[in-house]
């Protein structure tokens, strides 16, 4: 996912002259093409993120489009007072692709697992964020953002993530995408959690449950219209995400359901890391397993909701 977004940064900027790619202390080799043919549009720096924050900023109120590229946590803990002031404020075209969105760097440890990056990017005015599933969602969505208006936040998986998105199913920032169709329970996922959602769907239809699949690419603004309509019609909804469920997917949709007057009799849950800081060390598909957001226990708590729901009088209105 993150070579295709940034050869797809390479070859957007052969065609376009405004764009200008930045990146904070990358590999060797990275994007070398773009520094050989488009030196002057080009620039590789060392760990200072705050500073190229500024200059991303900079450069865009004089009419360039900039692509930043490094860790997901750096974009967003570590320059947040940038991003808010220089970026959001301003409302300026600044692209921040943000590698090892969730567990991605487990490896690592907490200091470098983004577990709150979407909590912090929604609570900046402006900004766009997006997380694609996969290389192929992601291929339809760099375009979009040449002219899009004002700064994104772009989620990066680990890379190799397999394809699960369909380019039959139109991809346009701020609208969510049904995968699949059900009127027993809504799951709602973004970025490689679609690949869950999916799974548990067609788990749970083996046994008679008939789910949808509601895929929110764009966490902000989230696809309010789509939510409701397909949350209406369901018993339960559920929020799978590679992230805390506060003030992430999780937490969007439960204020747009509360707000809504979502009926009481249907039931919600949100499938995500709870209020701590992941401990231990290991591979993102054993962090993610440890916290519970894998397929089976999507399915476990979508038995366990319709249950609850059927216990209530009636279905729900």
Known sequence: MRKRSLDMVYELARKDERIVFIGSDLGVGT????RKEIPDRFFMEGVSEQNIVGMAAGMALEGRIV?????ATFLTR??????????GLHNVNVRLIANGGGVVYAPLGPTHLAIDDLAIMRAVPNMTIVAPSDAEEMSRLMPQTVDHAGPIYIRLGKGGDPVVSSPDKPFRIGKAIPMTSGDDVLLVTTGITLKIGLEAAEALKQSGIAATVLHMHTVKPLDTDALLTHASRAHAVVTIEEHTILGGLG???AEILAEAGFNSGRRFRRIGLRDLFP????SQ?????HYGITTENTIATVNELLQSAAALSGPPR
């Open 31 to 34: 994007l070398d093409n773009f």
């Open 251 to 253: 937490g969007a949709v």
């Open 285 to 289: 598909a054993s962090m993610m397993q």
């Open 279 to 282: 401990h231990g060390y290991g």
């Open 78 to 87: 570590r320059c947040f007072e940038q991003v808010v002031l220089d970026l």
């Open 67 to 71: 692509y930043v590229n490094t860790i």
